[in-house]
């Protein structure tokens, strides 16, 4: 199966995002968690390019990896034999981890607004067990989307642009979503200006839906789960639904 947005993004992610940046700001938040409950081996879902797999691997964690994009799992593969760390990487979307993967974990992360690749509630409910099945009594799952309440609250379509530059070539990264209620297309436009050249322009795009923080707390507690937090970013403050730029829920296999 191939996934048009991410196989063509696959070369370009690691430029669009400033990883070093990022990791900086999010790894304290997943430090403290993952030493509360005792975390030693752990699955990072739509893992993209590697980096979050890589950042965990740096920490002693064993770590597996998996994508849907063959493109990704490429790109990630390759990462993380340039970083010289251990990361298993494998290719499976939502629903099929259970069976690529034979062994539970103490965690599992779904981060980078991934989920709402899943676009009705039996796709989410079915996406979310598979990962529940796949984690140890007690283990956790860590869901970093947007903040889709204040998405559909705002009318909030556009997101900054983002800009990188290699020498003399030059990258500019345009994103926003065509909205019908929580029905999301989510569009790219990358524009690229290679040394010396002219701009070349290339654009994608892929359905969403914007779950609402509600709906997502009632999806994990159907599928058994414990919900432990709700976080607005990785300073770990309350969520917001009105002001908060991300959503992101700690949940929990309970405990025998």
């Not at 899943?118 to 067990?129: K, M, Q, R, W």
Request: with cysteine.
């Amino acid at each position: 199966m191939k996934v048009p947005l991410y196989d063509a993004f696959s070369q370009d992610y690691d430029r669009f995002v400033d990883w070093a940046g990022r990791l900086e700001f999010e790894m304290p938040f997943f430090r403290a968690l993952f030493r509360q409950h005792g975390v030693r081996r752990m699955l990072d879902v739509a893992c993209g390019t590697g980096q979050h797999a890589i950042a965990f691997a740096r920490e002693g964690l064993t770590v597996a990896a998996a994508d849907l994009s063959q493109a990704m799992v490429e790109r990630a593969r390759a990462n993380v034999a340039a970083a010289g760390v251990e990361v298993t990487v494998r290719r499976a979307g939502f629903g099929q981890l259970a069976e690529t993967f034979r062994h539970p974990f103490d965690a599992i992360t779904c981060l980078g607004n991934s989920l709402p690749h899943l676009t009705s509630e039996a796709e989410l409910v079915s996406g979310l067990g598979d990962m529940a099945a796949l984690l140890v009594p007690g283990g956790v799952l860590v869901i970093q989307n947007r903040n889709m309440d204040r998405v559909l609250m705002r009318g909030e379509r556009f997101m900054p642009p983002q800009v990188h530059r290699e020498g003399d070539e030059e990258w500019i990264f345009f994103r926003f979503y065509d909205m019908d209620g929580a029905q999301l297309d989510f569009n790219v436009l990358r524009l690229h200006r290679p040394p010396k050249g002219t701009w070349q322009i290339e654009y994608e795009q892929t359905s969403l839906r914007a779950w609402q923080s509600s709906e997502l707390i009632q999806a994990l507690r159907n599928v058994g789960l414990e919900i432990l937090g709700q976080y607005g970013s990785y300073r770990g403050e309350p969520f917001d639904r009105a002001e908060s730029g991300d959503w992101i829920g700690v949940a929990r296999r309970p405990p025998p």
